[in-house]
């Protein structure tokens, strides 16, 4: 990362910051006095204090902005109270953004918008879905967070185990108790699922809610795989490749689903739109990249874990706001500069770099591994495919099939292993650590390949970590494994 700085010419003493580039990209001049807001991480009882100093300084929100703490009280977001939270206005933005999505689909339902639950295939149909006018989708998946954040308290893995998905799968069996007790999100006037190459999981659950009356339409994404000798084949976003004869196959399927999308919501799906569509989601994934570009890159870390896994996250749905998301994106791009430009971040600089595979079914896990003295300098959360560019140079149903057969997830576990070797090796990893998710079934050995693959390529350390909904009674474990692999990266460095 190169990063220069421009003092202040007006004053021979003054050695203020008034400006700087850091790789390539200019920082809004001014006078370096008004970079003084420490990065902190705070918890929810400090927010409230926070949100009354930054309502005072003239903070402005979107219309469901508004203190941290209401998400505990009205909606039983529990797990707010034991995580600690990044103290910037545009954290707080994130986190309204995030909690308040329940709110504005049941708000969209009441003014009519049609509304589409999308499952297991993470970035691709919401884009065809936001080229619609007055159509929201988002991932019925995302309650499998719900159990962490309202710890249990909600009892979905419960009425899950009832209604015969018990704990042999990972916790996306939330979604299903979630559409049955209607508590959460509102039913979906449809549901589409990609299945396939996808976890048994998410095939099963999704078949019992059909079963169930919530009628799915299905779509096909076949295993990714190599071309065959002399068989023509294409360069996928994130670089890796795949058979014509399987984008050709995936790009029929997306057709399928365009149409179900036409018929469903009255209203042409045409190819301009989708491309409209295309660049709307480019947007989004570009501001991205420039976020996690220097969020990982920058040292001391700038923006905490546990904010820059949500904004990543942002990317497979917009969080069912699209105009929305690209604000809060603006805004952590902005803190991260800022914080960049004055030298300040989250713990000291130097501290171990780790390249995360999986997200954790416990937010809390973002904290602790900063806690134990490690950041995140990469990741690999599943859905490298929702960051990635879209290609806009071909025809958009033939884009978006590339964009869905570069799913980390459809793949074999030795080549999704050879993104993070890349990946880990540019952002100069030290460590890596898998999340396991309990009753996954989308790779019993994961662990063990990607450790072996990063071990072998990379010579780096590797754990796997077991992380359930709700992680207090194994933290004492999962803290000493991540004090241990820090104090390895630590003893490699002066070894
Ligand atoms: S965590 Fe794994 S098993 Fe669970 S839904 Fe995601 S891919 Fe499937």
């Known amino acids: 990362m190169i990063f220069r700085q421009r003092l202040c010419q007006s004053y021979w003493h003054c050695r203020k910051i008034v400006g700087a580039t850091l790789d390539g990209f200019e920082f809004p001049a001014r006078h370096g006095c008004t970079m003084t807001d420490p990065a902190e991480k705070i918890t929810l009882d400090q927010w409230d204090d926070r949100y009354r100093d930054l309502c005072r300084g003239g903070l402005r929100e979107a219309d469901y902005g508004g203190p941290l703490g209401r998400h505990v009280e009205a909606h039983g977001d529990r797990r707010l109270l034991r995580l600690r939270m990044d103290n910037s206005a545009a954290a707080l933005r994130l986190w309204n953004l995030l909690l308040s999505e329940e709110d504005r689909l049941h708000r969209a339902r009441a003014e009519g918008k049609f509304l589409l639950g999308t499952m297991k295939d993470l970035g691709t149909v919401p884009v065809m879905a936001y080229a619609l006018e007055g159509v929201l989708a988002f991932y019925p998946d995302g309650a499998w967070w719900t159990p962490c954040l309202m710890e249990h308290s909600e009892g979905l893995l419960a009425l899950a185990d009832r209604l015969g998905i018990d704990d042999s799968f990972c916790p996306v069996r939330a979604m299903l108790a979630a559409l049955v007790d209607e508590n959460h999100?509102?039913?979906?006037?449809?549901?589409?699922?990609?299945?396939?190459?996808?976890?048994?999981?998410?095939?099963?659950?999704?078949?019992?809610?059909?079963?169930?009356?919530?009628?799915?339409?299905?779509?096909?994404?076949?295993?990714?795989?190599?071309?065959?000798?002399?068989?023509?084949?294409?360069?996928?976003?994130?670089?890796?490749?795949?058979?014509?004869?399987?984008?050709?196959?995936?790009?029929?399927?997306?057709?399928?689903?365009?149409?179900?999308?036409?018929?469903?919501?009255?209203?042409?799906?045409?190819?301009?739109?989708?491309a409209a569509g295309i660049r709307r989601a480019n947007q989004v994934r570009r501001l991205l990249a420039r976020l996690r570009h220097f969020a990982y890159q920058g040292d001391p870390s700038p923006m905490p874990a546990?904010?820059?896994?949500?904004?990543?996250?942002?990317?497979?749905?917009?969080?069912?706001?699209?105009?929305?998301?690209?604000?809060?994106?603006?805004?952590?791009?902005?803190?991260?500069?800022?914080?960049?430009?004055?030298?300040?971040?989250?713990?000291?600089?130097?501290?171990?770099?780790?390249?995360?595979?999986?997200?954790?079914?416990?937010?809390?896990?973002?904290?602790?591994?900063?806690?134990?003295?490690?950041?995140?300098?990469?990741?690999?959360?599943?859905?490298?495919?929702?960051?990635?560019?879209?290609?806009?140079?071909?025809?958009?149903?033939?884009?978006?099939?590339?964009?869905?057969?570069?799913?980390?997830?459809?793949?074999?576990?030795?080549?999704?292993?050879?993104?993070?070797?890349?990946?880990?090796?540019?952002?100069?990893?030290?460590?890596?650590?898998?999340?396991?998710?309990?009753?996954?079934?989308?790779?019993?050995?994961?662990?063990?390949?990607?450790?072996?693959?990063?071990a072998r390529r990379l010579g780096l350390p590797v754990v796997d970590i077991e992380i359930p909904p709700v992680?207090?009674?194994?933290?004492?474990?999962?803290?000493?494994?991540?004090?241990?692999?820090?104090?390895?990266?630590?003893?490699?460095?002066?070894?």
């Open 471 to 495: 992680l207090d009674a194994m933290e004492p474990t999962i803290r000493a494994r991540l004090e241990a692999l820090v104090e390895t990266v630590l003893a490699r460095r002066n070894a």
């Open 185 to 274: 999100f509102p039913v979906p006037d449809t549901l589409v699922c990609s299945v396939g190459a996808t976890c048994d999981d998410v095939a099963a659950i999704a078949q019992r809610i059909d079963e169930l009356g919530f009628p799915v339409f299905w779509w096909e994404i076949p295993h990714r795989r190599a071309a065959d000798s002399g068989e023509p084949s294409v360069e996928l976003p994130g670089g890796v490749r795949a058979p014509v004869a399987q984008v050709e196959f995936v790009r029929g399927e997306l057709d399928r689903v365009r149409r179900h999308l036409e018929e469903r919501t009255g209203q042409s799906l045409d190819d301009a739109r989708l």
């Open 306 to 454: 546990l904010e820059m896994m949500i904004a990543e996250v942002l990317s497979i749905h917009y969080c069912s706001d699209w105009a929305e998301t690209l604000s809060v994106l603006e805004d952590l791009l902005a803190e991260v500069r800022r914080r960049l430009v004055a030298g300040m971040g989250h713990g000291p600089a130097g501290a171990a770099r780790v390249f995360w595979v999986n997200p954790p079914a416990d937010l809390r896990a973002m904290n602790l591994l900063e806690e134990c003295g490690g950041r995140i300098c990469g990741t690999d959360y599943m859905i490298a495919h929702a960051i990635d560019l879209i290609p806009e140079d071909v025809p958009p149903l033939v884009a978006l099939a590339r964009a869905a057969l570069a799913d980390p997830m459809v793949c074999s576990t030795a080549d999704r292993a050879e993104r993070i070797v890349r990946e880990a090796g540019t952002s100069a990893a030290e460590a890596v650590v898998v999340s396991r998710i309990p009753g996954a079934s989308h790779c019993a050995s994961e662990s063990l390949l990607v450790g072996r693959i990063v």
